[in-house]
Protein backbone atom coordinates (compact mmCIF):
# COMPACT_ATOMS: atom_id res chain seq x y z
CA UNK A 1 0.00 0.00 0.00
CA UNK A 2 1.46 3.45 -0.46
CA UNK A 3 0.34 6.69 1.00
CA UNK A 4 1.18 10.17 1.37
CA UNK A 5 1.67 12.44 4.44
CA UNK A 6 0.70 16.26 4.68
CA UNK A 7 1.87 17.73 7.85
CA UNK A 8 -0.23 21.00 8.53
CA UNK A 9 1.03 23.75 10.43
CA UNK A 10 2.24 26.92 10.00
CA UNK A 11 4.86 26.86 12.70
CA UNK A 12 6.56 23.71 11.03
CA UNK A 13 7.23 26.23 7.91
CA UNK A 14 8.60 29.02 9.90
CA UNK A 15 11.09 26.37 11.59
CA UNK A 16 10.02 26.72 15.10
CA UNK A 17 8.88 23.12 14.97
CA UNK A 18 10.33 20.08 13.86
CA UNK A 19 8.55 18.10 11.79
CA UNK A 20 9.24 15.23 13.89
CA UNK A 21 5.50 13.69 12.97
CA UNK A 22 6.66 13.38 9.91
CA UNK A 23 9.95 11.40 10.77
CA UNK A 24 8.04 8.92 13.12
CA UNK A 25 4.69 8.27 10.78
CA UNK A 26 7.56 7.22 8.17
CA UNK A 27 9.00 4.97 10.23
CA UNK A 28 6.15 3.33 11.48
CA UNK A 29 4.31 2.74 8.42
CA UNK A 30 7.90 1.60 6.62
CA UNK A 31 7.72 -0.89 9.77
CA UNK A 32 4.40 -2.41 8.29
CA UNK A 33 5.22 -2.29 4.91
CA UNK A 34 3.24 0.48 3.94
CA UNK A 35 5.47 3.18 1.40
CA UNK A 36 5.24 6.75 2.17
CA UNK A 37 5.52 8.01 -1.54
CA UNK A 38 5.83 11.69 -0.21
CA UNK A 39 6.13 14.06 2.60
CA UNK A 40 4.43 17.67 1.93
CA UNK A 41 4.39 20.43 5.10
CA UNK A 42 1.30 23.36 4.71
CA UNK A 43 0.68 26.72 6.44
CA UNK A 44 -3.18 26.53 8.34
CA UNK A 45 -4.47 27.39 5.30
CA UNK A 46 -7.19 26.16 3.64
CA UNK A 47 -6.25 27.01 -0.22
CA UNK A 48 -2.81 25.53 0.84
CA UNK A 49 -4.32 22.61 2.50
CA UNK A 50 -6.66 21.43 -0.24
CA UNK A 51 -4.67 21.50 -2.59
CA UNK A 52 -1.48 19.40 -1.02
CA UNK A 53 -4.76 17.06 0.06
CA UNK A 54 -5.81 17.09 -3.54
CA UNK A 55 -3.06 16.31 -5.57
CA UNK A 56 -2.06 13.79 -2.62
CA UNK A 57 -5.55 11.97 -3.55
CA UNK A 58 -4.96 12.16 -6.99
CA UNK A 59 -1.45 10.79 -7.18
CA UNK A 60 -1.98 8.11 -4.88
CA UNK A 61 -5.84 7.72 -3.35
CA UNK A 62 -4.23 7.88 0.41
CA UNK A 63 -3.54 10.31 2.33
CA UNK A 64 -3.35 11.19 6.10
CA UNK A 65 -2.62 14.54 7.70
CA UNK A 66 -1.16 15.79 11.06
CA UNK A 67 -2.16 19.10 12.55
CA UNK A 68 -4.94 21.27 12.25
CA UNK A 69 -7.73 19.69 14.02
CA UNK A 70 -8.14 21.39 17.40
CA UNK A 71 -10.75 23.82 17.98
CA UNK A 72 -9.27 27.68 17.31
CA UNK A 73 -9.96 29.32 13.79
CA UNK A 74 -6.68 28.62 12.55
CA UNK A 75 -7.95 24.63 12.92
CA UNK A 76 -9.03 24.31 9.24
CA UNK A 77 -7.82 20.83 8.00
CA UNK A 78 -11.49 18.82 8.84
CA UNK A 79 -13.42 21.43 6.82
CA UNK A 80 -10.90 21.98 3.72
CA UNK A 81 -10.75 17.75 3.79
CA UNK A 82 -14.00 17.65 3.63
CA UNK A 83 -14.40 19.92 0.63
CA UNK A 84 -12.29 17.74 -1.32
CA UNK A 85 -14.69 15.05 -0.55
CA UNK A 86 -17.70 17.32 -1.30
CA UNK A 87 -19.37 16.29 2.18
CA UNK A 88 -20.75 18.43 4.70
CA UNK A 89 -19.03 19.14 8.46
CA UNK A 90 -21.70 18.09 10.28
CA UNK A 91 -22.36 17.77 14.79
CA UNK A 92 -21.59 14.71 16.04
CA UNK A 93 -24.06 14.40 19.36
CA UNK A 94 -22.19 11.18 20.28
CA UNK A 95 -18.83 12.72 20.22
CA UNK A 96 -19.80 15.76 21.63
CA UNK A 97 -21.14 13.88 24.83
CA UNK A 98 -17.86 11.96 24.60
CA UNK A 99 -15.84 15.16 25.04
CA UNK A 100 -18.10 16.36 27.70
CA UNK A 101 -17.24 13.69 29.98
CA UNK A 102 -13.69 14.15 29.55
CA UNK A 103 -13.84 17.82 30.47
CA UNK A 104 -15.66 16.80 33.28
CA UNK A 105 -13.16 14.13 34.27
CA UNK A 106 -10.60 16.67 34.39
CA UNK A 107 -12.80 19.30 35.71
CA UNK A 108 -13.02 21.63 33.21
CA UNK A 109 -15.58 24.10 31.45
CA UNK A 110 -15.76 23.61 27.74
CA UNK A 111 -15.42 26.72 26.33
CA UNK A 112 -17.57 27.59 23.14
CA UNK A 113 -15.24 26.98 20.47
CA UNK A 114 -14.58 23.64 21.86
CA UNK A 115 -18.12 22.28 20.15
CA UNK A 116 -16.23 22.84 17.20
CA UNK A 117 -14.31 19.71 17.93
CA UNK A 118 -17.43 17.63 17.50
CA UNK A 119 -17.82 18.73 13.91
CA UNK A 120 -16.59 16.00 11.71
CA UNK A 121 -17.04 15.56 7.94
CA UNK A 122 -20.32 13.61 7.07
CA UNK A 123 -19.90 10.00 7.00
CA UNK A 124 -16.11 9.94 8.42
CA UNK A 125 -14.93 7.61 10.99
CA UNK A 126 -14.34 8.98 14.64
CA UNK A 127 -10.87 7.70 15.89
CA UNK A 128 -10.95 7.76 19.54
CA UNK A 129 -8.20 10.24 21.42
CA UNK A 130 -7.73 9.06 24.69
CA UNK A 131 -4.97 11.30 24.70
CA UNK A 132 -6.36 14.38 23.78
CA UNK A 133 -9.83 16.51 22.36
CA UNK A 134 -9.45 16.30 19.07
CA UNK A 135 -10.20 13.09 17.71
CA UNK A 136 -8.69 11.32 14.45
CA UNK A 137 -10.61 11.07 11.41
CA UNK A 138 -10.78 8.18 8.56
CA UNK A 139 -12.71 9.57 5.93
CA UNK A 140 -13.17 7.57 2.78
CA UNK A 141 -15.07 8.23 -0.17
CA UNK A 142 -15.35 8.18 -4.33
CA UNK A 143 -12.28 11.03 -3.65
CA UNK A 144 -10.10 8.02 -1.57
CA UNK A 145 -8.84 7.72 1.41
CA UNK A 146 -7.82 10.66 4.12
CA UNK A 147 -6.49 9.94 7.49
CA UNK A 148 -6.68 12.96 10.14
CA UNK A 149 -4.68 12.61 12.74
CA UNK A 150 -3.49 15.93 15.43
CA UNK A 151 -0.16 18.12 15.15
CA UNK A 152 0.53 17.44 18.94
CA UNK A 153 3.48 14.31 18.59
CA UNK A 154 1.86 12.19 21.65
CA UNK A 155 -1.45 12.37 20.71
CA UNK A 156 -0.63 11.54 16.89
CA UNK A 157 1.73 8.89 18.32
CA UNK A 158 -1.19 7.13 20.28
CA UNK A 159 -3.31 7.64 17.62
CA UNK A 160 -1.37 6.13 14.71
CA UNK A 161 -0.31 2.74 16.88
CA UNK A 162 -3.79 2.12 18.47
CA UNK A 163 -6.32 3.59 15.40
CA UNK A 164 -5.03 4.14 12.26
CA UNK A 165 -1.86 1.10 12.26
CA UNK A 166 -4.31 -1.71 12.68
CA UNK A 167 -6.63 -0.36 10.31
CA UNK A 168 -4.20 -0.30 7.43
CA UNK A 169 -2.19 -3.44 8.06
CA UNK A 170 -5.93 -5.40 7.68
CA UNK A 171 -5.72 -3.79 4.55
CA UNK A 172 -2.11 -4.60 3.56
CA UNK A 173 -2.34 -8.42 5.21
CA UNK A 174 -3.07 -9.63 1.67
CA UNK A 175 0.00 -7.86 0.08
CA UNK A 176 3.64 -8.37 0.14
CA UNK A 177 5.48 -8.21 2.98
CA UNK A 178 7.38 -5.51 5.16
CA UNK A 179 10.12 -2.94 5.11
CA UNK A 180 13.33 -3.12 6.93
CA UNK A 181 16.05 -1.33 7.51
CA UNK A 182 19.65 -1.95 9.45
CA UNK A 183 22.32 0.81 10.11
CA UNK A 184 26.25 0.20 10.18
CA UNK A 185 28.39 3.09 11.52
CA UNK A 186 31.45 4.35 10.29
CA UNK A 187 34.12 6.92 11.03
CA UNK A 188 37.42 8.06 10.08
CA UNK A 189 36.50 8.52 6.50
CA UNK A 190 35.03 10.68 4.51
CA UNK A 191 31.65 9.40 2.47
CA UNK A 192 33.62 9.61 -1.22
CA UNK A 193 36.34 7.28 0.32
CA UNK A 194 33.44 5.07 1.78
CA UNK A 195 32.22 4.82 -1.22
CA UNK A 196 34.96 3.66 -3.29
CA UNK A 197 36.23 1.32 -0.44
CA UNK A 198 32.91 -0.60 -1.09
CA UNK A 199 32.73 -0.59 -4.78
CA UNK A 200 29.91 -2.13 -6.37
CA UNK A 201 28.71 -3.48 -3.46
CA UNK A 202 25.27 -2.12 -4.20
CA UNK A 203 24.90 -4.86 -7.11
CA UNK A 204 25.68 -7.62 -4.42
CA UNK A 205 22.94 -5.97 -1.96
CA UNK A 206 19.93 -6.05 -4.29
CA UNK A 207 17.00 -5.87 -4.22
CA UNK A 208 18.14 -4.25 -1.19
CA UNK A 209 18.83 -0.41 -1.29
CA UNK A 210 22.08 1.37 0.44
CA UNK A 211 21.96 4.68 1.31
CA UNK A 212 24.80 6.95 2.65
CA UNK A 213 24.23 9.12 5.70
CA UNK A 214 26.64 11.43 6.35
CA UNK A 215 26.85 13.20 9.80
CA UNK A 216 29.38 15.56 11.24
CA UNK A 217 31.36 12.61 12.81
CA UNK A 218 30.22 9.66 11.52
CA UNK A 219 28.99 8.11 7.60
CA UNK A 220 26.46 5.70 8.76
CA UNK A 221 25.24 3.18 5.92
CA UNK A 222 21.48 2.11 5.99
CA UNK A 223 20.29 -0.69 3.96
CA UNK A 224 16.71 -1.17 3.73
CA UNK A 225 14.80 -4.35 2.17
CA UNK A 226 11.47 -3.20 0.88
CA UNK A 227 8.38 -5.64 0.60
CA UNK A 228 9.90 -8.58 1.65
CA UNK A 229 8.18 -11.49 4.30
CA UNK A 230 9.39 -10.39 7.94
CA UNK A 231 11.66 -13.22 8.63
CA UNK A 232 13.53 -12.87 4.91
CA UNK A 233 13.46 -9.03 5.58
CA UNK A 234 15.13 -9.88 8.29
CA UNK A 235 17.71 -12.24 7.53
CA UNK A 236 18.45 -10.47 4.01
CA UNK A 237 19.03 -7.16 6.67
CA UNK A 238 21.45 -9.02 8.60
CA UNK A 239 23.28 -10.59 5.50
CA UNK A 240 23.77 -7.39 4.27
CA UNK A 241 24.73 -5.78 7.61
CA UNK A 242 27.78 -8.15 7.35
CA UNK A 243 28.63 -7.80 3.94
CA UNK A 244 28.92 -4.15 4.65
CA UNK A 245 30.92 -4.53 7.80
CA UNK A 246 33.47 -6.23 6.18
CA UNK A 247 33.22 -3.85 3.13
CA UNK A 248 33.94 -0.91 5.72
CA UNK A 249 36.91 -2.69 7.84
CA UNK A 250 38.87 -0.82 10.31
CA UNK A 251 36.64 1.90 9.60
CA UNK A 252 33.06 0.17 11.06
CA UNK A 253 32.59 0.85 14.52
CA UNK A 254 28.94 -0.44 15.35
CA UNK A 255 25.23 -1.14 14.01
CA UNK A 256 22.27 0.78 15.32
CA UNK A 257 22.88 4.08 16.96
CA UNK A 258 26.15 2.80 18.91
CA UNK A 259 28.19 5.18 20.00
CA UNK A 260 31.64 5.21 19.41
CA UNK A 261 32.52 6.15 23.22
CA UNK A 262 30.46 3.04 24.50
CA UNK A 263 32.70 0.62 21.92
CA UNK A 264 35.81 2.41 23.08
CA UNK A 265 34.96 1.87 26.70
CA UNK A 266 33.46 -1.92 25.92
CA UNK A 267 36.81 -2.81 24.32
CA UNK A 268 38.75 -0.61 27.40
CA UNK A 269 37.03 -2.77 29.88
CA UNK A 270 37.61 -6.36 28.14
CA UNK A 271 41.46 -6.04 28.20
CA UNK A 272 41.51 -4.24 31.83
CA UNK A 273 42.77 -0.71 30.34
CA UNK A 274 42.10 2.65 32.79
CA UNK A 275 41.77 5.20 30.28
CA UNK A 276 42.53 9.50 31.00
CA UNK A 277 42.50 12.48 28.69
CA UNK A 278 44.32 15.39 28.38
CA UNK A 279 42.24 18.30 26.64
CA UNK A 280 43.10 21.64 24.92
CA UNK A 281 40.94 22.68 22.02
CA UNK A 282 38.33 19.96 22.89
CA UNK A 283 37.69 21.41 26.47
CA UNK A 284 36.15 18.58 28.08
CA UNK A 285 33.95 16.91 24.78
CA UNK A 286 36.11 13.42 24.63
CA UNK A 287 35.87 13.00 28.48
CA UNK A 288 32.32 14.05 28.11
CA UNK A 289 32.09 11.76 25.14
CA UNK A 290 33.07 8.69 27.55
CA UNK A 291 31.18 9.87 31.10
CA UNK A 292 28.16 10.04 28.91
CA UNK A 293 28.16 6.58 28.74
CA UNK A 294 26.30 4.85 31.96
CA UNK A 295 28.70 2.79 33.59
CA UNK A 296 32.08 4.12 32.04
CA UNK A 297 33.72 4.62 35.99
CA UNK A 298 34.80 0.98 35.71
CA UNK A 299 37.13 2.72 33.01
CA UNK A 300 37.63 6.38 33.22
CA UNK A 301 39.59 7.55 35.63
CA UNK A 302 39.56 11.32 34.58
CA UNK A 303 41.08 14.01 32.09
CA UNK A 304 42.55 17.44 32.87
CA UNK A 305 41.23 20.31 30.50
CA UNK A 306 44.76 22.18 29.86
CA UNK A 307 43.65 25.39 28.19
CA UNK A 308 46.50 27.64 28.88
CA UNK A 309 50.67 26.57 28.06
CA UNK A 310 51.49 26.79 31.91
CA UNK A 311 48.52 24.49 32.86
CA UNK A 312 50.50 22.30 30.00
CA UNK A 313 53.25 23.41 31.53
CA UNK A 314 52.70 22.80 35.61
CA UNK A 315 50.33 20.10 35.51
CA UNK A 316 50.76 18.10 32.62
CA UNK A 317 54.73 18.80 33.00
CA UNK A 318 55.07 19.49 29.03
CA UNK A 319 58.21 20.88 28.67
CA UNK A 320 58.70 25.08 28.17
CA UNK A 321 61.63 24.19 25.69
CA UNK A 322 58.98 21.94 23.32
CA UNK A 323 56.66 24.47 23.70
CA UNK A 324 58.50 27.00 22.86
CA UNK A 325 60.32 25.00 19.53
CA UNK A 326 57.16 23.22 18.19
CA UNK A 327 54.52 25.84 19.77
CA UNK A 328 51.69 24.35 21.70
CA UNK A 329 49.83 23.14 18.59
CA UNK A 330 52.12 20.30 17.95
CA UNK A 331 52.29 16.34 18.20
CA UNK A 332 55.43 16.79 20.11
CA UNK A 333 52.94 18.97 22.96
CA UNK A 334 50.51 16.46 22.12
CA UNK A 335 52.65 13.02 23.15
CA UNK A 336 53.93 15.19 25.95
CA UNK A 337 50.35 16.11 27.28
CA UNK A 338 49.09 11.97 26.84
CA UNK A 339 52.07 11.40 28.84
CA UNK A 340 51.64 13.96 31.25
CA UNK A 341 48.26 12.64 31.72
CA UNK A 342 49.18 9.20 32.06
CA UNK A 343 51.48 9.90 35.09
CA UNK A 344 49.25 12.40 36.92
CA UNK A 345 46.07 10.72 36.41
CA UNK A 346 47.49 6.85 37.14
CA UNK A 347 46.39 5.89 33.94
CA UNK A 348 47.69 3.06 31.19
CA UNK A 349 45.70 4.41 28.31
CA UNK A 350 45.27 8.22 27.44
CA UNK A 351 44.80 10.32 24.38
CA UNK A 352 45.35 14.34 24.28
CA UNK A 353 43.70 16.93 21.90
CA UNK A 354 45.46 20.52 21.30
CA UNK A 355 44.27 22.18 17.93
CA UNK A 356 43.22 25.52 16.54
CA UNK A 357 39.67 25.42 16.63
CA UNK A 358 38.93 29.13 14.98
CA UNK A 359 37.35 31.07 13.87
CA UNK A 360 40.69 32.81 14.90
CA UNK A 361 44.06 31.78 14.92
CA UNK A 362 45.01 30.20 12.32
CA UNK A 363 48.26 30.83 10.14
CA UNK A 364 49.90 29.54 6.93
CA UNK A 365 51.52 26.88 8.68
CA UNK A 366 49.02 25.89 11.24
CA UNK A 367 45.25 26.70 9.82
CA UNK A 368 41.93 26.76 11.37
CA UNK A 369 40.79 22.84 11.73
CA UNK A 370 44.61 21.68 12.87
CA UNK A 371 44.51 19.55 15.72
CA UNK A 372 47.39 17.42 16.68
CA UNK A 373 46.62 14.05 19.14
CA UNK A 374 49.19 12.04 21.13
CA UNK A 375 48.62 8.81 22.32
CA UNK A 376 49.86 7.07 25.55
CA UNK A 377 49.03 3.21 25.29
CA UNK A 378 50.61 1.06 27.95
CA UNK A 379 53.82 2.81 27.68
CA UNK A 380 54.11 3.13 23.90
CA UNK A 381 53.55 6.69 23.02
CA UNK A 382 52.65 8.53 19.14
CA UNK A 383 50.81 11.06 18.10
CA UNK A 384 49.22 11.95 14.84
CA UNK A 385 47.39 15.55 13.36
CA UNK A 386 44.86 16.30 11.03
CA UNK A 387 43.56 19.81 9.60
CA UNK A 388 39.87 18.84 9.87
CA UNK A 389 36.97 20.71 8.98
CA UNK A 390 33.97 23.15 9.43
CA UNK A 391 33.07 25.86 11.98
CA UNK A 392 34.53 25.73 15.44
CA UNK A 393 31.69 23.46 17.14
CA UNK A 394 32.25 20.79 14.23
CA UNK A 395 36.20 20.67 14.35
CA UNK A 396 35.82 20.43 18.25
CA UNK A 397 33.09 17.56 17.84
CA UNK A 398 35.57 16.03 15.02
CA UNK A 399 38.41 16.19 17.32
CA UNK A 400 36.84 14.62 19.66
CA UNK A 401 35.34 11.71 18.00
CA UNK A 402 38.83 11.44 16.03
CA UNK A 403 40.46 10.97 19.10
CA UNK A 404 38.11 8.16 20.51
CA UNK A 405 38.64 6.44 17.13
CA UNK A 406 42.30 6.60 17.39
CA UNK A 407 42.26 5.36 21.06
CA UNK A 408 40.03 2.15 20.24
CA UNK A 409 41.57 1.25 17.23
CA UNK A 410 45.26 1.03 19.78
CA UNK A 411 43.40 -0.58 22.36
CA UNK A 412 41.74 -3.11 19.34
CA UNK A 413 45.34 -4.13 17.81
CA UNK A 414 47.07 -4.51 21.24
CA UNK A 415 47.93 -8.18 21.67
CA UNK A 416 45.16 -10.14 24.10
P1 LIG B 1 -2.37 21.27 15.89
O1 LIG B 1 -3.00 19.91 15.97
O2 LIG B 1 -2.11 21.68 14.48
O3 LIG B 1 -3.11 22.28 16.67
O4 LIG B 1 -0.91 21.15 16.54
C1 LIG B 1 -0.69 21.26 17.91
C2 LIG B 1 0.79 21.31 18.26
O5 LIG B 1 1.41 20.11 17.82
C3 LIG B 1 1.56 22.43 17.57
O6 LIG B 1 1.62 23.58 18.34
C4 LIG B 1 2.94 21.86 17.42
O7 LIG B 1 3.71 22.17 18.55
C5 LIG B 1 2.73 20.37 17.38
N1 LIG B 1 2.88 19.87 16.03
C6 LIG B 1 2.03 20.07 14.99
N2 LIG B 1 2.47 19.44 13.88
C7 LIG B 1 3.63 18.83 14.22
C8 LIG B 1 4.57 18.01 13.50
N3 LIG B 1 4.38 17.70 12.21
N4 LIG B 1 5.65 17.55 14.17
C9 LIG B 1 5.83 17.86 15.45
N5 LIG B 1 4.99 18.62 16.18
C10 LIG B 1 3.90 19.11 15.58
MG1 LIG C 1 -1.68 23.65 14.14
Known amino acids: MELELVTIGTELLLGFT ?5 AEIGRALAAQGIRLTRRTSVPDRADDIREAVGAALRRTGAVLTTGGLGPTHDDVTKQTVAGLFGTPVVFDEALWQALLER ?3 YRRTPTANNRSQAEIPQGA ?4 NRWGSAPGLWLEGAAGLAIMLPGVPGEM ?3 LHHEVLPRLSERTRAAVGVIRSGTIRTTGIAESALAERLGDIEA ?3 PLTLAYLPGVTSVDLRVTAWHLPAAEAEARVSEALGLLEAGAGEFAYGRGDTDLAAVL ?3 ARRRGCRIGVAESCTGGLVGGRITAVPGSSDVFVGGIIAYADEIKREVLGVGAATIGAHGAVSEPVAVEMAHGAAARLGADV ?9 PDGGTAEKPVGLVCFGFHVRGHQDSMQRVLFGDREEIRARASQFALFEVYRR ?3 LPD
Do not use: K, W
Not at 18 to 22: E, I, M, P, Q, V
Not at 125 to 128: E, R
Open 18 to 22: LDTNG
Open 103 to 105: YAR
Open 125 to 128: VVLP
Open 157 to 159: RNL
Open 204 to 206: RLA
Open 265 to 267: LAE
Open 350 to 358: TVAVTGIAG
Open 411 to 413: LRS
